[in-house]
């Protein structure tokens, strides 16, 4: 008896929790020590018998499966917890995973695969249902893509940008590049956007210190502004600008 995992189940919908009461009650190795379809009654049961690992559903009518995690947590219950699910959003399946869950499993995966998805995670693996997680994945995937493509520099920004990296005012900049002064001024407030900079100095350290490999391709000016005096003249000269400007 004492290396029966102890299970409690916590799911809303009554015939899907006895199904798996039934599935589970068969299944060698495992214990169903109770179920429930409401976060108050899943609490009370951990008070009352010792659980290994909770089987939670998401959603459960007016609660959600998140509040049990903090809840347990603070009352220093320690059973593992293995969502499973019919589906999550990506910011819920965050928030579980942040909220100390094991794992998440999909209800419309094979029954086998439940017992495997148990015995993982009290071996103390994570179980992650790639068709779960894969809405995450993409979603980071395209918010790192995102933010990249947020930082790159049109052409005519790096020409920009290397006018203020030589300490030319912005009508020389407009005259050097056949662009007018607004235009320039325009140009300038894309550059200080893209960091979140205020100052033509504080644009200028970040492009030397963290952009110097994409925002100066140019490949002479690229040797140069890597050269530590180079980069405290330019520093200096424009600093100067902004002072008396």
């Given at each position: 008896?004492?290396?029966?995992?102890?299970?409690?189940?916590?799911?809303?919908?009554?015939?899907?929790?006895?199904?798996?009461?039934?599935?589970?009650?068969?299944?060698?190795?495992?214990?169903?020590?109770?179920?429930?379809?409401?976060?108050k009654?899943?609490?009370?049961?951990?008070?009352?018998?010792?659980?290994?690992?909770?089987?939670?559903?998401?959603?459960?009518?007016?609660?959600?499966g998140?509040?049990?995690?903090?809840?347990?947590?603070?009352?220093?219950?320690?059973?593992?917890?293995?969502?499973?699910?019919?589906?999550?959003?990506?910011?819920?399946?965050?928030?579980?995973?942040?909220?100390?869950?094991s794992?998440?499993?999909?209800?419309?995966?094979?029954?086998s695969?439940?017992?495997?998805?148990?015995?993982?995670?009290?071996?103390?693996?994570?179980?992650?249902?790639?068709?779960?997680?894969?809405?995450?994945?993409?979603?980071?995937?395209?918010?790192?893509?995102?933010?990249?493509?947020?930082?790159?520099?049109?052409?005519?920004?790096?020409?920009?940008?290397?006018?203020?990296?030589?300490g030319?005012?912005?009508?020389?900049?407009?005259?050097?590049?056949?662009?007018?002064?607004?235009?320039?001024?325009?140009?300038?407030?894309?550059?200080?956007?893209?960091?979140?900079?205020?100052?033509?100095?504080?644009?200028?350290?970040?492009?030397?210190?963290?952009?110097?490999?994409?925002?100066?391709?140019?490949?002479?000016?690229?040797?140069?502004?890597?050269?530590?005096?180079?980069?405290?003249?330019?520093?200096?000269?424009?600093?100067?600008?902004?002072?008396?400007?």
């Amino acid at each position: 008896m004492s290396d029966e995992i102890r299970l409690l189940i916590v799911d809303d919908h009554s015939l899907f929790r006895e199904g798996l009461v039934r599935l589970l009650a068969a299944e060698s190795g495992f214990r169903v020590v109770g179920s429930c379809g409401h976060l108050k009654d899943a609490l009370e049961s951990l008070d009352r018998d010792p659980v290994d690992l909770v089987l939670l559903d998401y959603d459960l009518e007016t609660e959600q499966g998140s509040n049990f995690l903090e809840e347990a947590k603070r009352r220093g219950r320690g059973p593992k917890v293995l969502m499973v699910t019919a589906g999550m959003s990506s910011a819920g399946m965050i928030t579980v995973m942040e909220a100390g869950a094991s794992g998440i499993f999909l209800k419309h995966s094979p029954p086998s695969q439940l017992a495997e998805a148990i015995r993982r995670v009290m071996d103390g693996e994570m179980w992650l249902d790639p068709r779960a997680v894969k809405p995450v994945i993409q979603g980071t995937t395209q918010s790192a893509e995102h933010r990249r493509l947020e930082f790159l520099l049109s052409e005519r920004e790096k020409t920009v940008l290397r006018g203020v990296l030589e300490g030319a005012s912005n009508k020389a900049i407009a005259a050097t590049l056949h662009m007018s002064e607004s235009s320039v001024k325009a140009v300038l407030q894309q550059l200080f956007l893209k960091p979140g900079v205020r100052t033509r100095s504080q644009l200028v350290r970040i492009a030397l210190e963290r952009h110097s490999h994409d925002w100066l391709t140019d490949e002479i000016s690229l040797s140069l502004w890597q050269r530590p005096l180079a980069q405290r003249v330019a520093l200096r000269l424009i600093e100067f600008q902004e002072r008396v400007s």
